[in-house]
């Protein structure tokens, strides 16, 4: 079973910038759908970014699209989430997790069967 570990989480200010990496135990995200998840204390875990696992297509939540980017590197080793122009409600754990083929349903979380352990953002106004 993949392990995958986050990285890049910290304090910044609004309007700041971060890239967040998830790091995978063994060359997985060039054959596995990858995506990232965030949960803010009291809500429920939600949708992102994801990534197919041919890297043609990506996917964005509304309340991050425009100012977010979903990459992975050649090998398949390692992906990221470059987040700009920060806001306070972007503070939460983030989360990286992968998914089999095919590319379908990855806006949810139950669609994913392993995940990092999460690394927390927190975005001061």
């Known amino acids: 079973q993949v392990q995958l570990v986050e990285a890049g989480g910290g304090l910044v200010q609004s309007g700041g910038s971060l890239t967040l990496s998830c790091t995978a135990s063994e060359r997985t995200f060039n054959t596995n759908n990858m995506g990232w998840f965030r949960q803010a204390p009291g809500k429920e875990r939600e949708f992102v970014a994801a990534?197919?696992?041919?890297?043609?297509?990506?996917y964005y939540a509304d309340s991050v699209k425009g100012r977010s980017t979903i990459s992975r590197d050649s090998a398949g080793v390692t992906a990221y989430l470059r987040m700009n122009s920060l806001k306070p409600e972007d503070t939460a754990i983030y989360y990286c997790t992968v998914k089999r083929r095919p590319a379908i349903g990855l806006r949810r979380p139950y669609e994913y069967e392993n995940w990092g352990q999460g690394t927390q953002v927190t975005v001061s106004s």
């Open positions: 990534l197919s696992w041919n890297g043609v297509t990506t």
